[in-house]
């Protein structure tokens, strides 16, 4: 399984980025996809996921400016970030989670806010 993230970059505060995860094979495999970000010096936290069923977490200090989106068709999820903050600056990773409970990491895109 391959997991390959991309779209992070250098953005000001208050810009907007897409995030976007391409899963190698069946995007159907895995019950949930999610997105998950580690700052310097923090732990890796849960930023939003998406199961199959289209049910949707997010993180709260992201509620209203991130939107997760899953793509069946195209095998891949996404990461709309908006109205970003200083403090979104991290490495984001997409997971896979199947409902066996394996999951899979993608290699992460840094995301950094400027102010």
């Known amino acids: 399984v391959q997991l390959q993230a991309s779209g992070g970059g250098l953005v000001q505060v208050g810009g907007s980025l897409r995030l976007s995860c391409a899963v190698s094979g069946s995007i159907f495999r895995f019950s949930v996809m999610g997105w998950y970000r580690q700052a310097p010096g923090k732990e890796r936290e849960l930023v939003s996921h998406i199961t199959t069923s289209n049910e949707i977490v997010y993180e709260d200090s992201v509620k209203g400016r991130f939107m997760i989106s899953r793509d069946n068709a195209n095998d891949a999820v996404y990461l709309q970030m908006n109205t970003l903050k200083p403090e979104d600056t991290a490495v984001y990773y997409c997971?896979?989670?199947?409902?066996?409970?394996?999951?899979?990491w993608g290699q992460g895109t840094q995301v950094t806010v400027s102010s």
């Open positions: 997971n896979a989670l199947t409902n066996t409970g394996s999951s899979y």
